[in-house]
């Protein structure tokens, strides 16, 4: 089994972001995946660019999300199921518990269900798509009779966060990646993504949707 403590040439992590409505039982999750490109045997320079991916990560989600949610926690883990079996050294838990930064008042928030569909560009095959909830207010969209349309100027905002979360990963030696499989890694599906693909048309999901499930199936 893969360990944390060390940083192996090719290997995948998984990350999760953790994001919660205060005094609600609403809480959602998103996923990601990183490559290592620079290994690195050294336990202390391993715990040091993993906060760094950390800190690009807390960045980006706050900068993305809505005032009033918070992003609760973050974890940092080789690519096997959680506690499967349970080893510390597979992990790392950060606790976050930051409100969103972004706002645009007098607005307000879309509801939750009303979703934002990120493309991840890749080389070859299909793209990946990525979800996020709460990072669109109501000056930010039109809603007609074809749905809720995401307005020109937030697309451009969300573009550009994400590529700066995506250079500062590189930066440290790591690269997003799409990757599948239930306890390891199908080689088949491993594609780096290029650059990312905000959709103006929003997506309605139930809170309760599995994309956003709080562990990885």
Not at 154 to 163: D, P, Q, T, V, W
Not at 203 to 211: E, F, G, H, V
């Amino acid at each position: 089994m893969s360990m944390l403590s060390v940083l192996d040439q090719d290997e995948v992590l998984t990350v999760r972001t953790y994001k919660i409505l205060p005094n609600s039982q609403v809480a959602w999750a998103n996923t990601y995946e990183l490559i290592v490109d620079d290994p690195s045997q050294d336990r202390n320079e391993v715990i040091t660019r993993l906060n760094a991916v950390k800190n690009a990560l807390v960045a980006m989600e706050r900068g993305l999300l809505g005032t009033p949610y918070v992003l609760d926690r973050i974890i940092i883990s080789t690519y096997v199921p959680d506690g499967v079996p349970y080893n510390p050294y597979t992990f790392v838990s950060y606790p976050i518990n930051l409100f969103g930064t972004y706002n645009t008042p007098p607005a307000f928030v879309l509801p939750l269900q009303l979703c934002t569909l990120v493309k991840r560009s890749v080389a070859f095959g299909r793209q990946g798509s990525l979800l996020f909830r709460g990072i669109v207010n109501s000056n930010d969209a039109d809603t007609g009779a074809g749905g809720t349309v995401i307005r020109g100027g937030r697309l451009n905002g969300i573009a550009s966060i994400l590529s700066t979360f995506l250079n500062a990963v590189r930066q440290q030696g790591f690269d997003l990646v799409m990757a599948r499989g239930e306890n390891a890694v199908e080689i088949g599906t491993l594609r780096r993504v290029t650059g990312f693909d905000v959709k103006p048309n929003m997506t309605y999901k139930k809170l309760n949707n599995r994309y956003f499930d709080r562990l990885r199936r």
